[in-house]
């Protein structure tokens, strides 16, 4: 069975960083693209970035782009996102999900002082 | 302001049947397949739909998909209490170079 599941989540003040990580198994990690995909508090999901099964290709929202960094380990099946100049919209569960079809239970990512 | 558009509430009543409609534009749900994802109170979201009408395995025939030019539409027969959930759309859009989803749909079993 696929798993899929994300650490690294807690608070963090306004302009701090942050490095989740998601454990994959079940599955051969490395032929597929992964995503992290966030939601607020009460509110939708929004994308947040993309990785190619290699590493090449990386995907980011206009949102995050520039201040958030995604990267895999595909020796250790994990899936990373270092998140850096964190803004209070920020605050979200982050989840990582192997090609929008599985997905993990989520870490929560709070910003605040 | 989501991409995709959904109405933010839906409801029925026991046995009843739902449509929850989901539409965008040309550069994604034109274009591209869409997936549904069913998310129940405090839990991650899961596959109910994908390539606009598949169901995953485990997933009930009473739920379906339709696609229709720009719009898509997810239908549930035989409402249960336990399909009380939020519902999404979403699909790759070209523009944007990335997946988009629509606001959610609160789906109340009266």
């Known amino acids: 069975d696929v798993q899929l599941v994300e650490s690294g989540g807690g608070l963090v003040q306004p302009g701090g960083s942050l490095k989740l990580s998601c454990a994959a198994s079940?599955?051969?990690?490395?032929?597929?693209?992964m995503q992290w995909v966030r939601q607020a508090p009460g509110k939708g999901l929004e994308f947040v970035s993309a990785?190619?099964?290699?590493?090449?290709?990386?995907y980011y929202a206009n949102s995050v782009r520039g201040r958030f960094t995604i990267s895999r380990d595909n020796s250790k099946n994990t899936l990373y996102l270092q998140m850096g100049s964190l803004r209070a919209e920020d605050m979200a569960i982050y989840y990582c999900?192997?090609?929008?079809?599985?997905w993990g239970q989520g870490t929560l990512v709070t910003v605040s002082s | 302001q989501s991409v995709l558009t959904q109405p933010p509430s839906a409801s029925g009543t026991p046995g009843q049947r739902v449509t929850i409609s989901c539409s965008g534009s040309?550069?994604?749900?034109?274009?591209?397949?869409v997936n549904w994802y069913q998310q129940l109170p405090g839990t991650a979201p899961k596959l109910l739909i994908y390539?606009?009408?598949q169901r995953p395995s485990g997933v009930p025939d009473r739920f379906s998909g339709s696609k229709s030019g720009t719009s898509v539409s997810l239908a549930i027969s035989g409402l249960q209490s336990e399909d009380e959930a939020d519902y999404y759309c979403?699909?790759?859009?070209?523009?944007?170079?990335?997946?988009?989803f629509g606001g959610g749909t609160k789906l109340t079993v009266l």
């Open positions: 999900a192997r090609e929008l079809r599985d």
């Open positions: 079940g599955f051969t990690f490395s032929s597929y693209t």
């Open positions: 990785i190619s099964g290699n590493g090449d290709d990386t």
């Open positions: 040309s550069s994604n749900i034109g274009k591209n397949s």
């Open positions: 390539s606009n009408y």
């Open positions: 979403a699909a790759w859009d070209d523009s944007l170079d990335g997946p988009v």
